[in-house]
């Protein structure tokens, strides 16, 4: 099992267990097919239904067709908290190496590197009869993933090219990414008291790191690392508090939630 340290802006280290490959690369193959059956089921509907597979069409089908695929990771990514369909089946997920959710900074930068990893896509964006050439396609992707395959491995943190440029991992989640594991909390309570107003300023990224050491501190049962992050907030915020360390940092996260949803 690779374990990926990650420090944090707490100057606390968290771990986390690195995405085996063989889920990756299947994470990678379900989101292959999944893009090939829309392209194929597309393209099918286009010249026999609705009679649009002429060169004349072909802005139509780069519109319906193609660009729904180009940003089908980017939108699932973000949509999902790090997961497309494929890498939530496999039950793995992209985070930042501050230990919370990647920024939309992240994942777009993630995206743009991926250019060279999506032949089929560029193929069918400029030619105008891809689906001729789809195993051509498909094999120059396949020598392309060797090269992202060395890069995974050789790399500290097994990343792709994106993944280094944008500071983010490839980690395993044994359970599904839900709101939960973010740090949003509906705090409907119309006479909510705020204890904590200094929490806002925190960046989001703090506060990201916040709720990642309250899963691990929970999960594995040691609070070690709750306490030292509890006094590092405390001297930076110079904020007093007898709450016990769970308590403190889950109210933190309760005041950020109500003041956010306030401004």
């Known amino acids: 099992m690779s374990i ?8 606390i280290d968290l771990e986390f267990e690195a995405a085996p490959f063989q ?33 004349e069409n072909e802005p139509m089908n780069i519109l319906l067709i193609v660009l729904p695929m180009f940003v089908y990771s980017l939108v699932t990514e973000v949509a999902m908290n790090g997961q497309t369909i494929g890498k939530k089946m496999m039950k793995i997920r992209v985070i930042s190496f501050d230990g919370g959710e990647p920024t939309l900074g992240q994942y777009i930068i993630r995206w743009i590197s991926k250019f060279f990893e999506w032949p089929l896509l560029f193929g069918f964006l400029f030619l105008p009869t891809p689906l001729n050439s789809v195993v051509l396609y498909l094999f120059i992707t396949g020598m392309l993933g060797i090269v992202v395959i060395i890069i995974i491995a050789v790399t500290k943190k097994n990343q792709r090219l994106g993944d280094i440029a944008a500071g983010t991992v490839l980690v395993k989640t ?72 769970i308590d403190f940092l889950d109210k933190l996260l309760e005041d950020y939630n109500y003041l956010a949803t306030k401004e």
């Open 4 to 11: 990926i340290r990650i420090d944090t802006v707490f100057n």
């Open 23 to 55: 889920k990756r690369l299947l994470a990678y193959l379900i989101d292959l097919a999944l893009l090939l059956f829309y392209m194929f089921t597309m393209q099918y509907a286009f010249d026999q239904d609705f009679g649009l597979g002429s060169i």
């Open 174 to 245: 044994k359970t599904d990414f839900t709101v939960n594991d973010t740090v949003f909390m509906n705090i409907s309570n119309d006479n909510y008291k705020v204890m904590f107003p200094e929490v806002m300023r925190l960046s989001d990224n703090d506060i990201n790191t916040i709720k990642s050491v309250l899963t691990q501190a929970r999960k594995n049962d040691n609070l070690d690392v709750g306490r030292r992050v509890e006094y590092k907030i405390k001297d930076v915020l110079n904020i007093r508090s007898d709450l016990y360390t």
